[in-house]
């Protein structure tokens, strides 16, 4: 089975589930799964997801769980300064608790650290992956979480794909650059030419001002219109800042190290735009993990 067939097959379990009822073990509460992606690497996606994280924790006192999801150079611990003694590889592969390896960020944050060099998850169980599900579903169970914010690799490997086509919603980073703005475009053809009723965000970063930002995303969006019939959303931009490098070679977040700045008022303001916006719950936190792993993977038991 190749991999657009295993998509097409991920879809239709999407669409198929949100018509049936809740079933027994799901979780049903709010919780909010957001896939953070971009096209290609170097458009700040892991420092918006980290950064964002803490705006919606410190400002907003919500619940958030950043999950590093990118399995080839997981780097959210990098960008905290912290050398987990664990990753998720200790929770799939060795007989570590989903408590043992979360860890306790700024402000109440968790964080599940990725894994470097792993290009994907293919030899899980299914025993290991109804302990992953039932961990997850209890620890939510205790803890209430209000978002959980994905932050995936780059590019249009199968481990994005899924995780986007199974979160409620994605925020795509693009910045002014031909190929990042080419890249972001690629990922949302693929991501509507199997669910076309995904909501698409886009964040705009390293730009000049209000003038710049307006073009990117007039840009991306009117191709999305005219060749996909696809209007995407505009969540706002993040105008480039030398704090952000130099948070970065202190690995201190920039909400933290340089709280005032005009970049973390930025986020701020996001993050806002976020949490007070209409949306649509598409999954439960359960089926979230099922659909992201079911079929690409994760059943060579």
């Known amino acids: 089975m190749d991999q657009a067939e295993n998509l097409r097959i991920l879809v239709r379990m999407q669409k198929d589930e949100q018509n049936l009822p809740a079933q027994k073990g799901k979780i049903l509460g709010s919780t909010r799964i957001i896939a953070i992606t971009s096209g290609k690497g170097g458009v700040g996606k892991t420092n918006i997801t980290l950064n964002m994280a803490l705006a919606l924790a410190k400002e907003n006192h919500k619940k958030v769980l950043v999950l590093d999801a990118d399995f080839g150079t997981a780097n959210i611990d990098i960008v905290m300064g912290i050398i987990p003694k664990y990753n998720i590889s200790h929770m799939l592969y060795e007989d570590k608790t989903l408590e043992e390896v979360i860890l306790n960020g700024p402000h109440g944050i968790k964080i599940l650290p990725g894994v470097s060099g792993l290009a994907s998850l293919t030899a899980l169980t299914e025993v290991q992956k109804e302990k992953f599900f039932a961990q997850l579903e209890d620890y939510n169970k205790k803890y209430h979480l209000d978002y959980i914010l994905i932050d995936t690799g780059a590019g249009l490997g199968t481990n994005v794909i899924n995780f986007l086509l199974a979160a409620d919603e994605i925020i795509v980073i693009v910045t002014p650059e031909p190929t990042s703005l080419s890249d972001a475009y690629a990922i949302i053809k693929v991501v509507n030419q199997y669910d076309p009723d995904m909501k698409v965000n886009i964040i705009t970063n390293m730009v000049n ?32 800042d030398k704090c952000m490098p130099s948070a970065v070679k202190q690995q201190k977040p920039l909400m933290l190290s340089y709280p005032n700045s005009e970049t973390s008022l930025e986020i701020l303001k996001l993050s806002n735009v976020i949490m007070n916006k209409p949306y649509n719950k598409k999954q439960t936190i359960l089926s979230f993990f099922e659909l992201a792993g079911k079929y690409f993977g994760w059943n060579n038991d």
Not at 219 to 233: A, G, H, P, R
């Open 209 to 240: 001002g209000q003038i710049e930002a307006d073009k990117v995303f007039n840009t991306i969006n009117s191709v999305s219109e005219k060749f996909l019939d696809k209007t995407i959303n505009y969540l706002g931009f993040i105008k480039y």
